[in-house]
């Protein structure tokens, strides 16, 4: 049986094309692994965000208490540094460091402040004095910031 250069042509081109999928398989593996890798950063970057989040919001501020659970954040954000977004990452300092602020100013007021009972049970802050508008707003834009970011990071707006 003789091949014709047809022939030879025809298996050439189905190895090339079967090589070629095969990096791409190969290359798809690894970036989905990273993809996966990513995503589990984030949402364990955004859990430690949440714990002092919700700290500062439904606790006597304590200083020691605050810098523990900033700590195990910041901790969370240096494992994940090779998955987190740079831009990602500056926000969630910008995002703790408005915690603080608005943490200490919480602290400042007796338990029964209406202002207080808002935050720590509705989530809301319908009742911010006029002192602490500028802390509240400066919180809340930057928990805004850290949501969109983390969402496009995760491609929530492909969806």
Do not use: C
């Not at 802050?125 to 805004?144: I, K, L, T």
């Amino acid at each position: 049986m003789s091949l014709t250069a047809k022939d030879i042509l025809a298996v050439a081109a189905t190895l090339v094309v079967a090589y070629l999928g095969y990096l791409q398989w190969k290359r798809t593996k690894r970036s989905g692994s990273f993809l996966t890798d990513k995503e589990s950063a984030y949402k364990g970057l955004w859990l430690a965000l949440e714990e002092v989040h919700l700290y500062v919001r439904t606790n006597e501020f304590q200083r020691d208490r605050f810098d523990n659970l900033v700590t195990a954040a910041n901790a969370q954000l240096l494992k994940a540094g090779l998955h987190i977004e740079p831009a990602d990452a500056a926000n969630a300092r910008s995002y703790l460091d408005a915690l603080r602020r608005l943490g200490r100013l919480l602290a400042t007021l007796p338990p029964d402040d209406a202002f207080r009972y808002d935050v720590a049970t509705t989530g809301a802050g319908a009742s911010v004095p006029p002192s602490y508008v500028d802390a509240w707003q400066s919180y809340e834009s930057a928990r805004d910031v850290v949501i969109a970011g983390f969402r496009n990071a995760l491609g929530a707006g492909q969806i």
